[in-house]
């Protein structure tokens, strides 16, 4: 069971990172096994308030945050929002919270961040559990209206985002039906603080993961701790790179959320009790 958006900020704190507050929460035991979870686009750590208490319970020490331009976290517009600097911010919570080794959990926008992550200290993490995102870019396959976003329309496009239009990009991109309250508060997280007037900034983050794209890749398959992936085929998006890990990571647990119907991109909301298990599972080995 979610917690609802407003209850989850309320128990969770900001930062200041190079000027700007930057949300995020810690939850469970101070001596539990650490772990972090990245959120994706366009919502925010909230995605995750259906898993965290699991991870709690089995013993777990939970790190959350909004990336800047998300959620609760400032969006300052004229920004130059970068997948880097969004790991130099994981990386400062890091320091800032006293977090050392720590397991890493990403989905979607956070798969990137967390690829950039490993390139740079992959013995940081100390397990790896990944769900629907861009790890490979020859199989991403982005919708009509996330490529307009990337354009110049896109600078148009933004600001004039309803939660109906909202709504729809959304549904387009997941197997199984969210709940009305799902889809309204992932839109609260986006819209907050005048954040529809940025998401063309957010998005040239599309143009930095073809530039990082071998770099990337290499953190990825040269990584030796434990993985775990968790996909929704359906996802229009990301779904069909299963087959590539099935190839190239044979030690590599991945689980295919295909049983009718279909998980698509949002596993943790469209089939949350199978992705507590299975995390749960994977973060206790």
């Given amino acids: 069971m979610q917690t609802s958006l407003e209850q989850w900020i309320a128990a969770g704190s900001w930062l200041e990172v190079d000027g700007h507050r930057v949300f995020h929460r810690q939850d469970g ?11 994706g686009y366009p919502s925010s750590s909230h995605d995750w308030s259906g898993i965290v208490p699991a991870l709690v319970e089995s013993g777990c020490r939970v790190t959350t945050l909004d990336f800047l331009g998300f959620g609760a ?5 004229g920004h130059d929002y970068r997948m880097a600097g969004q790991a130099d911010l994981v990386e400062q919570v890091w320091k800032r919270l006293g977090i050392g080794e720590t397991a890493l ?9 967390a690829q950039e992550l490993l390139a740079r200290d992959p013995g940081r993490v100390t397990r790896m559990a990944w769900m629907n995102g861009g790890l490979y870019i ?21 600001p004039l985002m309803s939660e109906t239009t909202f709504r729809a990009s959304v549904r387009r991109t997941a ?7 799902v889809l309204h508060e992932m839109w609260l997280s ?3 603080d ?3 007037r940025i998401q063309w900034q957010i998005n040239r983050y599309h143009a930095e993961r073809h530039a990082n794209a071998v770099r990337w890749q290499r953190a990825l398959e040269t990584y030796s701790g434990p993985t775990l992936f968790i996909w929704g085929p359906a ?21 295919v959320l295909d049983e009718p119907p279909a998980v698509g991109h949002w596993p943790q909301l469209e089939d949350p009790d199978t992705v507590r298990s299975a995390l749960t599972g994977f973060l206790a080995e």
């Fill in 29 to 39: 035991a101070a001596g539990g096994r650490p772990v972090t979870l990245l959120h």
């Fill in 73 to 77: 976290s400032d969006k300052p517009r």
């Fill in 105 to 113: 959990v990403a989905h979607d926008y956070g798969v990137s961040v």
């Fill in 138 to 158: 020859d199989l991403y396959r982005p919708l009509a209206i996330q490529k307009l976003m990337i354009s110049p329309v896109g600078k148009l496009l933004g």
């Fill in 175 to 181: 197997g199984r039906p969210l709940a009305e309250e």
């Fill in 190 to 192: 986006t819209a907050r």
């Fill in 194 to 196: 005048g954040g529809t």
């Fill in 235 to 255: 996802d229009p998006i990301s779904g069909g790179q299963v087959g590539r890990f099935r190839e190239r990571f044979p030690e590599a647990t991945i689980m």
